[in-house]
C-alpha cells in the first residue's frame, strides 16, 4: 500500500452534569461533561479511529476496550499516540485533517487554536494541515438538546 489513504472517525459521548468537559486536549470551563470511561475526549477518539480506519486496521474500542481499568480516566492523548505510532510504522505521513465537532454549548471558537496546536504536537504536522468547525445541532435530537457532543474526521494520509 504506497497511494494515498483516507479515513473517517467519529465518536459521541453523553453530556452530565459535574463531569469534565475535554474536547482536543482542552478542559474547558463547564457545568456539564463527556461520560465515558477514558476522559471522553471525543475530537481525540475521532482522531484516532480515522488514522486507524486510513491505515485498514482496529479501531480506538478494540485496542483499548472501555472495561479495561487501565484505561480507566485514560488521558485520551495516549489513544492518538497509538495510532500515529502505527502511522508511523506503515510508513504514512499526515497529509491533512479535518474536523466537526457537534455541541449546541459551550463555544468551541475560542479553544480552536490550542486544539489545534495540541493536535500538531500529538500528530507532529503543522497547524496549516489540521481544520476545525464546530457546528450546532439546532437545537434538535440530543446533541441539540445538549445532551451529548459529537465529532466526525476525515483524514488523508500519504506514504513515505
Ligand atoms: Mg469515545
Redesign the pocket.
Known sequence: MNHPRIGHGY???RLEPDLPLIIGGVKLEYDRGCA?H?D?D?VY?AVTDAILGALGQDD?GQLFPDNDPKYKDADSHIFVKEAVNRMNDANYTLGNIDITVILERPKLSPHKPTIKQNLANLLTCDTSQINIKGKTHERVDALGENRAIACHVVVLLNHG
Do not use: K, T
Open positions: 465518536d459521541l459521548h465515558a477514558s471522553g471525543v477518539h480506538i
